[in-house]
C-alpha cells in the first residue's frame, strides 16, 4: 500500500484550493451575468430614459421661449422678495 509523502499532501492541497476558487468563481460570474447584470442595464436604462425626458422637456421649453418668460417671472419675483415688496399675486389681488 502507497503512503502519501508530504510532497503529495501539499500537491493535494494546492489542488482543492484551485477547484475551490475555480468553482467560487463561476457562481459569481454566473450570479453576475444572469441576476446582476440584468437588473443594473435596467437601472441605468430607467436613468438614462428620465435624463433623456427632462432634456427632452428643457429643449422644447427653450424653443417655445416658455423658459425665458419663466425665468424672468422668477427673477422679478426674487428682487421683488429681496426688495422687501410683496410677491405679485398678492399686489394684483389689492389694486
Known sequence: MDT?????LALLLIGCALLSSLV??????LAVKFWLGPRLERHID??????ADRLTERFVAVL???SRDLIRDRARD???FVGGRRPREEEDGQE
Open 4 to 8: 502519501l509523502t508530504p510532497s503529495d
Open 24 to 29: 467560487t468563481l463561476v457562481a459569481v460570474g
Open 46 to 51: 430607467a436613468r438614462f430614459e428620465a435624463g
Open 64 to 66: 417655445t421661449g416658455k
Open 78 to 80: 426674487l428682487a421683488r
